[in-house]
């Protein structure tokens, strides 16, 4: 995945007037004007999540070199006054995705210098602890996730040692009992699947593709 590395990133929020969206000292509270509210990760941030059921518990992505920026995933409990970076490995890897279906926190992570640490990691308690996925999913890269009436749709990508994908080992993967074990649906050489989405009507499941050789398209599955 090639991106620019050196991206200077903070989260900013507008404190709307009239509401108390997030607990702030009274004088930086200036209705509807933007306003930094974290550290300043100097990464590029790849996710935001916020916990739907506590506004103030909010995950944030962020990729680049551990010696070159700071990358990881960062939480924060309290709308932002205070944050905490995830544990081992996701406190030193690049976040390439984060998501959040059926109440359980999926994490992308990879590690430059720990190459087998890189995979997908589930927390089940809100971010309080992580584990890794079983396999086929413990050493890929969440691209596209859907969940429909409890099945779940994974686009997936495996990088190699730089960033970058291994146009063989694409593909779409389903779980029927709410992630514990995965099947592939679609080998997908060469196409990354950056979107997904299903006919409920007739249960055809389509894929946004995308290649850094220029086509962009959508294949479909039944």
Not at 88 to 115: F, G, Q
Not at 153 to 161: E, I, K, R, S
Not at 170 to 198: K, P
Not at 199 to 208: I, K, P
Request: no cysteine.
């Amino acid at each position: 995945m090639i991106r620019n590395l050196m991206i200077l990133s903070a989260i900013y929020l507008a404190i709307l007037a009239g509401t108390d969206f997030l607990a702030q000292p009274a004088q930086a509270q200036t209705p509807g004007v933007w306003q930094v509210n974290g550290p300043e990760f100097n990464a590029e941030i790849t996710g935001i999540i916020v916990d739907p059921d506590d506004y103030r518990r909010i995950h944030v992505g962020t990729r680049g070199r551990v010696n070159v920026v700071n990358p990881g995933l960062f939480r924060t409990l309290n709308g932002g006054i205070s944050w905490s970076i995830a544990p081992a490995p996701l406190d030193k890897s690049t976040i390439e995705s984060i998501y959040w279906i059926n109440s359980t926190l999926y994490a992308s992570a990879y590690n430059y210098t720990d190459s087998l640490s890189s995979g997908v990691y589930l927390s089940y308690d809100r971010g309080d602890s992580w584990n890794r996925a079983a396999a086929p999913l413990h050493d890929k890269i969440l691209t596209a996730m859907l969940d429909v009436n409890g099945v779940l749709y994974a686009g997936v990508v495996t990088l190699n040692n730089e960033e970058e994908e291994v146009r063989s080992a694409l593909g779409v993967f389903r779980s029927i009992d709410g992630g514990n074990s995965w099947e592939q649906l679609l080998d997908l050489d060469g196409l990354m699947v950056t979107r997904l989405a299903v006919d409920t009507s007739t249960g055809r499941l389509f894929a946004g593709t995308s290649t850094y050789m220029g086509y962009n398209g959508v294949v479909s599955y039944l």
